[in-house]
């Protein structure tokens, strides 16, 4: 399984951006897929996964409210991040990652074997 990131760029604080996460391969066996990032300096931090044998999404404290996935409940080989209202601290590359199992600590990035090649997102004041 391979997963492909898109959606990065340079965008201005305050904006809205939308990244996408495609898994080649086989996927039917995916029960979570979400996003990771790693500011500049910085150890990775969870974002937020859907998990399709909970049905539901779980996401950081830290990006509640302006971040939001998107899981194909149907397929499960994409899944997408929009982030509006971003802030400069934003700033980093955005990693999506899959897993075959659930697991409770779906924040660790340990519990992830399968990482896309990540997608930077810079933001500018």
């Known amino acids: 399984v391979q997963l492909q990131a898109s959606g990065g760029g340079l965008v201005q604080a305050g904006d809205s951006v939308r990244l996408s996460c495609a898994a080649s391969g086989v996927t039917s066996n995916h029960d979570i897929m979400g996003w990771f990032r790693q500011a500049p300096g910085k150890e990775r931090e969870f974002v937020g996964i859907?998990?399709?044998?909970?049905?539901?999404?779980?996401y950081s404290d830290s990006v509640k409210g302006r971040f939001t996935i998107h899981g194909d409940r149907a397929k499960k080989n994409t899944i997408d991040l929009q982030i509006n209202s971003l802030k400069l601290e934003d700033t980093a590359v955005y990693y999506c990652?899959?897993?075959?199992?659930?697991?409770?600590?779906?924040?660790?990035?340990?519990?992830?074997?399968?990482w896309g090649q990540g997608t930077l997102v810079t933001v500018s004041s």
């Open positions: 990652v899959a897993r075959l199992g659930h697991t409770v600590a779906y924040y660790d990035p340990r519990q992830y074997a399968r």
């Open positions: 859907f998990s399709w044998s909970r049905n539901r999404y779980y």
